[in-house]
């Protein structure tokens, strides 16, 4: 797929302004910015996490057969996305608890709105076609709400929501009560700790001899109706003078900068060659992700 870079970011990092090297570089002076060879730089700083949520009711008037659908959407958006349904609970309960949990980015600057309605499957051949099914009734929380209702000791940390229908009269009875449970995913704050080296690489310009390898950590933003890929640098590497065998310094990332604590996703690290007055040029790239790099890392062994 071709591949377009998000919001391109100059070659820098933090460094001293007391000379002028390839060892030292003060990104705040322009004569001296691009004039030397950068230090390496984290681009992106996520701390969003991975929530989980678990789902309940009680006091639902019938309860055999009764089946959750979750929509999410942030509070910016106008449409609700349909997330996922959770499989039937075919006892014949009021208080039915679904198996199946859901994962839900959380972060703290965006409100990730949620909304969840409760089905009574009559045809259970068609299931997924929710027009041919009994609504009961719905709940609508806020990401957050469900995060903080962990630290109440009312109803035992679970968020508790009574269910609405627009076509209930007033002096019917309660339709129930949604529970939310709410937790944060162990995997969403791992941290990889990694060294990157090469091995024959090639200048871009004829009169270079060797030439000045740097890495960048690429997460994926967008993927256009072309297949085109739209990407963010998260980390680039210190640029290794003069070598075609680069070894470069340990890096660390989490899921949440790399790929949004998705660990399957794509991760795209490209090699350029740094230029002091031209603009650097492309050497090379693969494509891996957090969960095969992780698995690398438990081994031991090198990733080639």
């Not at 608890?97 to 980015?105: A, I, K, N």
Request: one cysteine or more; glycine letters at 6%.
């Amino acid at each position: 797929s071709a591949l377009h870079r998000a919001s391109p970011v100059p070659m820098g990092g933090c460094g001293s302004s007391t000379k002028a090297s390839d060892d030292v570089v003060d990104f705040q002076s322009p004569k001296a910015k691009g004039m030397v060879a950068p230090k390496a730089e984290t681009i992106v700083h996520d701390f969003s996490s991975l929530v989980m949520l678990s789902l309940r009711c009680e006091g639902l008037q019938k309860g055999r057969n009764t089946v959750a659908v979750v929509y999410s959407k942030l509070s910016t958006d106008e449409l609700w996305m349909e997330y996922g349904t959770t499989e039937i609970c075919g006892q014949d309960t009021r208080w039915p608890v679904w198996e199946r949990m859901f994962d839900l980015q959380f972060r703290i600057e965006h409100v990730r709105e949620v909304r969840v309605e409760i089905y009574i499957i009559r045809n259970q051949a068609m299931h997924e076609d929710l027009m041919e099914q009994k609504y009961v009734g719905s709940a609508e929380f806020n990401l957050a709400e469900a995060v903080y209702a962990r630290s109440s000791t009312k109803n035992h940390g679970w968020l508790k929501k009574k269910l609405e229908n627009i076509k209930r009269k007033p002096r019917d009875p309660p339709i129930g009560k949604l529970f939310v449970y709410a937790e944060e995913s162990v995997d969403a704050k791992v941290e990889l700790s990694f060294t990157v080296s090469g091995q024959d690489l090639k200048p871009t310009d004829f009169w270079k001899r060797k030439c000045d390898p740097y890495y960048e950590v690429n997460r994926i933003q967008a993927v256009y109706e072309t297949g085109e890929l739209l990407l963010q640098p998260v980390f680039r590497s210190e640029v290794a003078r003069k070598t075609s065998v680069p070894s470069y310094e340990e890096a660390s990332f989490t899921v949440a900068q790399t790929s949004s604590c998705d660990v399957s996703q794509d991760i795209i690290i490209s090699v350029h060659d740094w230029f002091r007055l031209a603009p650097d040029r492309y050497i090379g790239e693969f494509v891996t992700n957090f969960e095969e790099l992780q698995k690398i890392v438990g081994r031991g062994n090198p990733h080639t």
